[in-house]
């Protein structure tokens, strides 16, 4: 019993002087912290010190419910582990989705808006290189205005380079009050690279485009 016992002691000691820096690495919770987040193993108090510590598209996962504002500007994920971050916002360029599972941050790829004046239908799109899974070097913008009953008032196609930022502005005739305008984003050999976007109604736009009859 008693060289067991040794044995056992003999263990625990060559453990403790042995591999300090194993022990080291660990990460153990410091009584009394109020800890947030959660980031590759580590506990952060902070939300902010968390996603400033986190690379491009790691995942988060939250601690507790936090009101700290926080301004995200890489692709994260943030679990949300049954709490909330009420104070979160997306940088420029990005956006941020929320469900019941988690907080998404991603590049803000495709912006566009329309709107009509009597004949004319002026549509914006924006378009920044991003994480769509677009690999293309080149493809086209095709938009196309309908009315209410679905039907297609007016199309246009134009040709964008992918690898490059761009600003495209639109003027369509249309012989109907338009309901809806959809944004078809396609290859070079005219296969659609991602599912067609239905763009919002935006009256400013009159003032920023080609004139309006």
Same mark, same amino acid.
């Given at each position: 019993?008693?060289?067991?016992?040794? #044995?056992?002691?003999?263990?625990? !000691? %060559? !453990? *403790?002087? %042995?591999?300090?820096?194993?022990?080291?690495?660990?990460?153990? &919770?410091?009584? $009394?912290?109020?800890?947030?987040?959660?980031?590759?193993?580590?506990?952060?108090?902070?939300?902010?010190?968390?996603?400033?510590? @986190?690379?491009?598209?790691?995942?988060?996962?939250?601690?507790?419910?936090?009101?700290? #504002? %926080?301004?995200?500007?890489? #692709?994260?994920?943030?679990?949300?582990? $049954?709490?909330?971050?009420?104070?979160?916002?997306?940088?420029?360029?990005?956006?941020?989705?929320?469900?019941?599972?988690?907080?998404?941050?991603?590049? !803000?790829?495709? !912006?566009?808006?329309?709107?009509?004046?009597?004949? #004319?239908? *002026?549509?914006?799109?924006?378009?920044? &290189?991003?994480?769509?899974?677009?690999?293309?070097?080149?493809?086209?913008?095709?938009?196309? %205005?309908?009315?209410?009953? $679905?039907?297609?008032?007016?199309?246009?196609?134009?040709?964008?380079?992918?690898?490059?930022?761009? @600003?495209?502005?639109?003027?369509?005739?249309?012989?109907?009050?338009?309901?809806?305008?959809?944004?078809?984003?396609?290859?070079?050999?005219?296969?659609?690279?991602?599912?067609?976007?239905?763009?919002?109604?935006? @009256?400013? *736009?009159? @003032?920023?485009? &080609?004139?309006?009859?």
């Amino acid at each position: 019993m008693r060289k067991a016992m040794s #044995r056992l002691t003999a263990a625990l !000691l %060559c !453990l *403790l002087l %042995c591999a300090p820096t194993a022990l080291a690495a660990v990460d153990l &919770p410091v009584i $009394g912290q109020d800890y947030k987040v959660s980031l590759n193993g580590t506990r952060y108090v902070s939300l902010n010190a968390a996603v400033a510590a @986190a690379e491009d598209g790691d995942e988060l996962t939250l601690l507790k419910t936090t009101t700290e #504002r %926080c301004e995200i500007n890489k #692709r994260l994920t943030i679990w949300r582990n $049954g709490h909330e971050a009420s104070q979160l916002s997306a940088g420029a360029g990005y956006v941020l989705e929320t469900d019941d599972e988690a907080y998404r941050v991603s590049i !803000l790829t495709f !912006l566009g808006a329309y709107c009509q004046e009597g004949e #004319r239908c *002026l549509v914006s799109v924006e378009y920044y &290189p991003g994480y769509d899974g677009i690999t293309e070097a080149n493809g086209s913008f095709v938009v196309a %205005c309908y009315n209410d009953a $679905g039907q297609m008032l007016a199309a246009t196609v134009k040709p964008v380079d992918f690898s490059e930022p761009a @600003a495209v502005f639109l003027n369509m005739i249309v012989q109907d009050e338009v309901e809806t305008v959809k944004l078809f984003v396609m290859s070079s050999s005219c296969a659609p690279l991602l599912e067609n976007m239905e763009l919002e109604y935006d @009256a400013s *736009l009159a @003032a920023m485009g &080609p004139p309006m009859a």
